[in-house]
């Protein structure tokens, strides 16, 4: 049997509203799943809530809420914070991400996520 869980596109404002709902969402109040990209995808692996038969879908309903809120304001600003904490030798190309993002170029916040399911879980994520 497949577990469906289920996001509300309408509470994704930020990165940090997907990981709050998208833990809840597996975990219930206060879950966790992940709260960076590498450790979404951790996650998405399972073990973390999901079940152990890979057997799961996200259903991440008014998701076109979500898309346009981590379109690229938000990826411009998570691009910032991530200048500010990442090693010096990674600036050169967080820079390069940041300007183009600044440009209204390359892939979004919400596209990261996308991807990520994509790769890591083909099939489980249901844009409605």
């Known amino acids: 049997m497949t577990t469906t869980y289920v ?3 309408q509470r994704i404002h930020t990165l940090e509203d997907f990981w709050r709902v998208m833990g809840e969402a597996v975990n219930g109040p ?3 799943f992940g709260k ?3 450790a979404f995808r951790d996650c998405l692996w399972g073990g973390f809530g ?3 038969d890979g057997e799961f879908k996200v259903q991440w309903r008014q998701h ?7 379109g690229y304001p938000e990826t411009v600003r998570q691009l910032e914070i991530r200048l500010k904490r ?3 030798t990674n600036r050169g190309w967080v820079t ?3 300007n183009a993002a600044l440009g ?3 892939p979004t916040v919400f596209d990261w996520l996308v991807e990520i399911f994509e790769e890591t879980a083909p099939g489980a994520l249901e844009l409605c």
């Open 7 to 9: 996001l509300d596109g």
């Open 30 to 32: 206060g879950g966790y």
């Open 36 to 38: 960076n990209l590498d």
């Open 50 to 52: 999901t079940p152990d």
């Open 64 to 70: 076109t809420c979500s898309k346009r809120d981590l």
């Open 86 to 88: 990442c090693h010096p």
């Open 96 to 98: 390069e991400d940041l």
């Open 104 to 106: 209204g170029r390359r």
